[in-house]
């Protein structure tokens, strides 16, 4: 069915995820005439605004997260306060709708924002054609064209399936479905030790389920610091979390009907094949950018080899005035990076001359204890030769952690032996991705180690474990034994 209607925008954005409903409110403050255009609809038609990440990612997961990490501490951390809990009992019900009223709090909140920055929302599925021009498919099957004098693609990602495992019901499930648990799984299989994978099996591990996370490769959290990834291996395996390296699924079996459907899983490791029995399994080895049938040939707009929108810097595509943000182009998969990005081509488009330091992008995990990092890793910097010098400071010696009953984990940060210029931060331990933000404000105004020493902190806070550690990489620390700053091999 086709009704082509002609109408005009100075911007059209493709996509209604942080980076696209970002770019399109930015746009509209400056002064543009912009629309956004959204596919996904809830069950009564309207448009769901905030993507992934507000709908069945960084949101929702946070609410479960946090709900699950209160209960376990009531259940097993308050009687060290002097309270007592021992009753405990979590209504998984409950702890959904919490959920689900948060995710329908924030992207309510971002059609409130569309409105009073008039933005148009467009309902449909976006195709870019030639021209400048946007083919608009509504869900009553009618195709309306838009010309645009310039368009931002956020078109975001989706989870990978795997052979293996295809997905079924509420048994092989996704990241998506990974939040929608009725009831908590006896037992819980995961694919991937990854950050999603970690977060969903955290959750479910504090409620109560017995968890087996099957990683296929052989390092744990190989972009992690070592020193961190090392701990953080440590400290899930206390918490209970069976996390086998080296195990590559090669196949999975449904049995049995109803409540009690259990999945088989064969997989192989150095040990041969083996196979492993789950009331559910979640299936998150990645995700992949949502780039079929977006793009006309003629478009000018390329990809690469994996399916990327391919963009410069400055998130320019091949095509004159046809930008692209977000997990859909180069980069980590993070909401923050898109955002950013939505904000500087924004203002490119504006006229200004704003860049984002890539270098100085943060990544976190919101397990507990929260695993946070920003710029180079130790084992980057050793295959790089370049000289640093390492303080690590540990929460075990935090006045405010001790009061908290919260010590697990460290601060490591790295400097230029040289300069002292800060290199990167790594945190494991409360708020580390609070206290993570301290150390890339520092790096994106050229701090040192110095500078964050010099600076003075409230104290009894969490931000002196920052502060010690910056004073440990001149082997200054106050609050540990110093020990000769450590550097790196010659």
Not at 87 to 99: E, N, Y
Not at 174 to 191: H, N, Q, W, Y
Not at 305 to 322: H, K, L, S
Not at 368 to 379: L, M, R
Request: with cysteine; proline share 4%.
């Amino acid at each position: 069915m086709s009704d082509q209607v002609n109408q005009d925008f100075e911007v059209i954005v493709i996509g209604a995820g942080p980076g696209g409903y970002v770019a399109a409110i930015r746009c509209a403050q400056l002064g543009m005439k912009t629309a956004c255009v959204e596919k996904w609809v809830d069950e009564k038609g309207a448009v769901k605004l905030g993507g992934t990440c507000l709908n069945v990612g960084c949101i929702p997961s946070k609410a479960l997260l946090d709900s699950s990490h209160k209960y376990k501490e009531a259940r097993d951390d308050f009687d060290v306060h002097g309270i007592s809990a021992s009753s405990v009992s979590m209504d998984v019900s409950k702890m959904l709708a919490r959920k689900n009223k948060i995710v329908n709090q924030l992207t309510g909140g971002i059609g409130g924002l569309f409105k009073a920055n008039s933005v148009d929302s467009i309902v449909g599925t976006a195709k870019v054609l030639a021209n400048k021009q946007v083919e608009v498919t509504g869900n009553d099957g009618i195709k309306t064209i838009y010309q645009a004098d310039k368009i931002i693609i956020a078109a975001g990602s989706v989870p990978i399936d795997i052979p293996p495992t295809p997905l079924l019901d509420d048994v092989i499930v996704d990241s998506t479905g990974a939040l929608e648990f009725e009831a908590v799984p006896k037992k819980l299989g995961v694919i991937g030790a990854g950050v999603i994978g970690l977060e969903l099996g955290s959750v479910w591990a504090r409620l109560g389920a017995e968890v087996v996370v099957l990683e296929a490769l052989d390092d744990f959290l190989p972009a992690v610091d070592e020193t961190i990834a090392k701990e953080t291996k440590k400290v899930f395996r206390k918490q209970g979390l069976d996390i086998r390296l080296g195990t590559r699924v090669t196949g999975s079996t449904v049995t049995g009907k109803g409540k009690k459907r259990k999945v088989s899983v064969e997989y192989t490791d150095a040990e041969g094949t083996k196979t492993e029995e789950f009331d559910n399994l979640i299936v998150c080895v990645g995700r992949r950018p949502l780039s079929e049938q977006l793009l006309a040939p003629d478009c000018g707009v390329n990809l690469d080899e994996r399916g990327f929108v391919f963009v410069n810097d400055q998130c320019q595509t091949d095509a004159r005035d046809i930008y692209a943000v977000g997990d859909i182009v180069r980069g980590p998969m993070l909401a923050h990076k898109g955002m950013e990005e939505a904000v500087m081509v924004a203002e490119r488009i504006a006229g200004k001359k704003t860049q984002i330091n890539y270098e100085n992008i943060p990544s976190v995990i919101y397990t507990h204890p929260e695993i946070a990092w920003v710029g180079k890793t130790e084992q980057e910097l050793k295959a790089s030769g370049q000289k640093y010098n390492v303080g690590v400071f540990p929460f075990a010696a935090s006045g405010r952690a001790l009061a908290s009953n919260d010590t697990t984990g460290m601060v490591k940060m790295i400097a230029d032996a040289e300069t002292d210029r800060i290199l990167g931060c790594h945190v494991i331990g409360p708020s580390a991705a609070d206290l993570v933000q301290q150390v890339v404000i520092a790096i994106e105004f050229g701090s040192s180690a110095e500078d964050l020493a010099l600076t003075v902190f409230s104290h009894p806070t969490l931000s002196e474990a920052v502060h010690e550690a910056a004073l440990a990489v001149a082997g200054h620390a106050i609050h540990i034994p110093n020990k000769p700053p450590r550097k790196a091999r010659s």
